[in-house]
């Protein structure tokens, strides 16, 4: 089974300043994708990035970059001059061939003025 | 595009009750819709799959008589509780996927209350 790890329960950044997330996976699957979610206080899951594992180009949104290392199963996930609006969880997740998404634990990230 | 909603957005029900979630694609046909509860403070677990037609596959672990789920067409799936006890108070939400391997869009939430 495919297993998604966030192993920083808590991030915090400077606004303005630059913060990276982190994430690991293990599969076997040679063809998935892997996303990064953003739940603020309101609840509503926001879709940040989504990267295809076929592509070796890392997928870029304005001030939102993924680092994908498909070899190493990493897929971190890195804010550019952070905002307070930035402030939420992030979620982490892979979906493979069942088309059934796995999250991680999540990591709450904290922007201080 | 590709906006999910979900109704009621927070529910307050009698042990003992049913309780039915609806999650509508509004502007997409979902050939397949997910449901997915959170705990506070933690991630989302996938309870069931369905597929429009089909029998929904649920997760292990996950009753499926106590969460009945029907997806009718391809724009709306409904999650029942049926005799809602305290421990189902959660957090409940919908995704929905046009089809192939591509993004799951996800409703709002309904917040849950059995007392």
């Known amino acids: 089974a495919q297993t998604v790890t966030q192993s920083q329960p808590e991030m915090s950044v400077q606004e303005a300043e630059t913060v990276t997330l982190s994430c690991t996976y293990d599969t076997s699957e040679s063809d998935y994708y892997l996303f990064w979610y953003k739940q603020p206080p309101s609840r509503q899951m926001i879709l940040v990035i989504r990267?295809?594992?076929?592509?070796?180009q890392n997928a870029t949104e304005n001030r939102f970059s993924v680092n994908f290392q498909k070899a190493a199963k990493s897929f971190s996930l890195k804010i550019s001059d952070s905002q307070l609006g930035d402030a939420a969880m992030y979620f982490c997740?892979?979906?493979?061939?069942?088309?059934?998404?796995?999250f991680g634990a999540g990591t709450r990230l904290t922007v201080k003025p | 595009g590709a906006v999910v909603s979900q109704h009621p957005s927070r529910v307050i029900c009698k042990s003992g009750t049913s309780v039915k979630i609806e999650c509508r694609s509004l502007d997409f046909q979902a050939t397949t819709m997910f449901w997915y509860r959170q705990f506070p403070k933690k991630s989302l677990m996938l309870m069931a799959t369905s597929n429009e037609g089909s029998k929904a596959t649920y997760e292990q672990g996950v009753e499926k008589d106590k969460f009945l789920i029907n997806h009718a067409s391809l724009t709306l799936s409904t999650l029942t509780v049926t005799s809602a006890h305290p421990e189902d108070s959660s957090f409940y939400i919908c995704s929905a996927t046009p089809g192939l391997i591509t993004s799951q869009y996800f409703g709002p939430g309904t917040r849950l209350l059995v007392l």
């Open positions: 997740a892979y979906n493979g061939v069942t088309k059934d998404m796995r």
């Open positions: 990267q295809e594992a076929y592509k070796q």
